[in-house]
């Protein structure tokens, strides 16, 4: 019984158990995640993790590669140091909607616009899981949450639409039942230069599937199972997300951009080397 | 890099923001990361012209909560990494400036002071946030600050707050303000022999034996970087010596009085004061950045009425020189604090002197320098 599971050697087996609850979809995107990590050929040695707060920002922890559990919202200008400052390592920022696209939303856009080298997952579970359950910019129209017990009224941002907007040279949607597609999607970001983004529609039976009278995990598995539609290079516009409707998923946006990084010091090479 | 654009050594007429950004990179800063802000811009425009001729990363990024952000990340990717701001941005950056405390992420930030609060006096100078710099995060740690009263001081602490913030693994905070920052005077850059500068406390053994925070015998731990193989795990949260989060009593107990005590117990190792004159002064006037200069002129009048006034100026004013503020509070009439403030470090010298002295503070609500007759009179007062 004491055989090891062949992808242990990529997580903190230290730190197991995790912190998760049972249905949650965090659990099957770490998976597709580690599974990208080796399908990806990197050297893990310079694979960063980073994470913000709440659920998803327990990530960077559970992973056995250098990783950062950073503050609220600033995953990714964090990040943006880490990948600056060393271009050799592939940084990958893996958190939630509340803390990627809420508190955070403003360093999303503009590391996209700079297209710095960079893999963004985020995992939308409609509403801040960890603090137990309340309102945020991704959860659908009327959805119920904590703070909106009547439910919402505040327009949710399309994700994948806002990160192709803001510059993002690869953009992906799936949920955490396309363990497949998830797992190659994760593969074709990590192996991309400049600034990719993955977002992966995750149940959260405690908080938004029981508020929401949705059923447990299995019965929001059940859900995407019967409502996603893929759709490879769909107009991102095109893929809002409401309360119970079809999801767009795919993989939206695959286009070629220099990284910032690569832009910069050549940019500057030519301009600098001439007043040498 | 472009050859010899490394340290400019030579005498400079040079105002005090660009004599700051020089000095981060005569102490070995390659990243910078900043937002626009008055009086610290001049240090970013110097630094974005700078550091392509140095193979350095300049970075202006979305706010101040991001430059913070990314100087930490920087740092943890093995270069020495800065930014700089003045109030309302210091004021964003205080909750990373926590990261840093606690993840004991070495970096450096400049707080070009303004008058405050809230917008307050873009333009003009204060010396409103030095509780800031010792209280503005939340929770307990402790941190470094120097402050500057010149362009030279502005070369020269800069590299002292590097050199500070790699032997302690701290945050370093260099608290000028508009005048120092935008006063040009001469600066001397000494050849880069004479300049010391300390090289990060780095762990090379085998990484299975590698615990990310277990200390050294001064209570500070070894560090590597993301990228060395070492898969470190560097949290925010309270951690054990492994850096994996421990949410309990225990845990906080053995982490936080550490972060604080490898500041208190190095103390009298960081802590650095100029004294003129003390030894047999009836009055001292204990001062820091722009103020303690305009109170030379006022011991001058002091003088000249045969009042024998000794100088304090803070070099560095967190952690602040107690046990020599209470030795001398027993020799003195009493002590006389200038700041541009309604009153901040005169509350430090008042629980150092532990009441066997008078401190009166000569406060100026900021927007100008003080009139040193105000100083002077304070001085007078003091021997009523």
């Not at chain 1, 405690?206 to 019965?219: E, F, P, Q, V, W």
């Not at chain 2, 002071?113 to 307990?140: E, F, K, Y």
């Not at chain 2, 920052?181 to 090289?199: D, L, R």
Request: hydrophobic fraction near 40%.
């Amino acid at each position: 019984m004491n055989e090891k599971h062949p992808m242990d050697y990529l997580l903190r087996e230290d730190r197991i158990p995790h912190i998760w609850c049972p249905g949650c979809g965090l659990g099957s995107s770490v998976s597709c995640f580690i599974m990208a990590l080796e399908d990806s050929g990197l050297d893990l040695n310079k694979v960063v993790v980073v994470s913000g707060i709440g659920c998803t920002g327990r990530v960077a922890g559970y992973i056995n590669l250098d990783s950062f559990h950073t503050t609220h919202g600033r995953a990714i200008p964090f990040a943006t140091g880490l990948a600056l400052a060393n271009p050799e390592l592939k940084v990958v920022v893996y958190s939630g909607d509340g803390d990627l696209i809420a508190i955070g939303g403003n360093h999303l856009i503009h590391a996209a616009r700079r297209n710095i080298n960079m893999t963004v997952i985020c995992v939308n579970n409609f509403l801040y899981g960890m603090t137990g359950g309340q309102v945020g910019p991704t959860t659908p129209l009327y959805a119920k949450a904590t703070t909106s017990p009547y439910g919402n009224f505040e327009r949710p941002f399309n994700l994948v639409y806002l990160a192709a907007a803001s510059g993002a040279v690869y953009v992906a949607r799936w949920t955490a039942l396309h363990l497949r597609r998830l797992t190659k999607s994760m593969t074709e970001a990590l192996q991309k230069k400049g600034f990719s983004f993955i977002e992966i529609i995750s149940p959260c039976p405690t908080s938004y599937a029981r508020r929401n009278r949705l059923g447990d995990g299995l019965d929001q598995m059940k859900f995407y199972h019967d409502n996603s539609i893929i759709r490879h290079g769909a107009d991102p516009k095109e893929a809002d997300i409401g309360f119970q409707t079809k999801i767009v998923v795919g993989k939206f946006i695959d286009v070629e951009r220099p990284d910032y990084h690569t832009f910069l010091t050549e940019g500057l090479a030519k301009v600098v080397g001439e007043r040498k | 890099m472009i050859k010899d654009r490394e340290i400019l050594t030579g005498e400079h007429f040079m105002n005090g923001d660009f004599a700051c950004a020089e000095g981060a990179i005569a102490a070995g800063c390659r990243f910078f990361a900043g937002y626009p802000i008055t009086p610290a811009s001049e240090i970013a425009e110097r630094i974005s012209e700078r550091f392509p001729e140095v193979d350095g990363i300049y970075i202006q990024m979305e706010d101040e909560l991001g430059s913070m952000a990314a100087i930490l990340g920087a740092s943890w990717a093995g270069v020495k990494s800065m930014t700089c701001t003045s109030g309302p941005g210091f004021s964003l950056m205080q909750e990373n400036i926590g990261l840093g405390a606690m993840t004991e992420t070495p970096c450096v930030v400049v707080n070009m002071q303004r008058g405050g609060p809230s917008t307050g006096l873009p333009t003009v100078l204060g010396q409103q946030d030095m509780m800031q710099a010792r209280w503005g995060s939340h929770g307990d740690y402790e941190i470094i600050a120097l402050s500057p009263s010149s362009p030279q001081e502005l070369f020269d602490f800069t590299i002292k707050a590097f050199n500070l913030s790699e032997m302690y693994r701290v945050p370093a905070l260099v608290m000028g303000d508009e005048v120092v920052g935008h006063m040009s005077e001469k600066v001397v850059i000494p050849p880069k022999e004479e300049i010391e500068v300390y090289p990060r406390r780095k762990y090379t053994g085998p990484a299975e034996e590698y615990l990310p925070y277990k200390p050294d015998e001064d209570l500070v731990p070894q560090m590597v970087a993301a990228g060395e193989g070492y898969r470190i795990h560097v949290t925010g949260l309270t951690h054990d010596e492994k850096g994996y989060p421990v949410v309990d009593a225990e845990a906080q107990k053995k982490l936080v009085p550490r972060l604080v005590n490898k500041i208190r117990k190095n103390a009298e190792k960081i802590i650095e004061i100029e004294e003129t004159n003390t030894e047999d002064a009836e009055v001292i006037v204990l001062s820091y950045g722009i103020s303690a200069r305009t109170s030379f002129r006022a011991i001058e009048l002091a003088e000249k009425e045969g009042i024998k006034v000794g100088m304090v100026k803070l070099i560095t004013v967190w952690p602040f020189p107690e046990k020599r503020v209470y030795q001398l509070a027993s020799k003195v009439a009493g002590f006389v604090v200038p700041e541009i403030n309604c009153g901040q470090i005169v509350y430090e010298v008042e629980r150092c002197v532990k009441g066997k002295t008078k401190v009166t503070l000569v406060s100026h609500p900021g927007g100008h320098i003080h009139d040193p007759r105000d100083i002077f009179q304070a001085i007078r007062n003091i021997l009523k």
